[in-house]
């Protein structure tokens, strides 16, 4: 009842889920907040999955290594994964 599975839906979803009965949902519709009395409805849902990685400072990389060499997770000490879905579609 604290929300636990919300965020396991919301981890689902930014990762890429496509079957909207997976994460609890008839369509894309049911993730975007449709209002309430005091607050007015949203236009989009959106979540972001930050992520830290074991990134090497680059004082380390091998000799002669450009950005291109090294994998993607291993470039930054964080990357960041967002989905957006958006009322209008």
Same mark, same amino acid.
């Given at each position: 009842?604290?929300?636990?599975?919300?965020?396991?839906?919301?981890?689902?979803?930014?990762?890429?889920?496509? $079957? #909207?009965? #997976?994460?609890?949902?008839?369509?894309?519709?049911?993730?975007?907040?449709?209002? $309430? $009395?005091?607050?007015?409805?949203?236009?989009l849902?959106?979540? %972001?999955?930050?992520?830290?990685t074991?990134?090497?400072?680059?004082?380390?990389?091998?000799?002669?290594? %450009?950005?291109?060499?090294?994998?993607?997770?291993?470039?930054?000490?964080?990357? $960041?994964?967002?989905?957006?879905?958006?009322?209008?579609?």
């Amino acid at each position: 009842g604290c929300g636990k599975s919300n965020i396991v839906d919301a981890f689902f979803w930014v990762m890429g889920e496509q $079957s #909207h009965k #997976h994460i609890r949902a008839g369509g894309s519709a049911d993730l975007i907040f449709n209002g $309430s $009395s005091k607050y007015q409805p949203l236009a989009l849902a959106e979540a %972001t999955l930050v992520m830290e990685t074991d990134a090497p400072d680059t004082e380390n990389a091998p000799a002669g290594a %450009t950005v291109k060499d090294i994998p993607i997770h291993l470039r930054a000490k964080e990357v $960041s994964v967002t989905r957006r879905v958006y009322r209008t579609g």
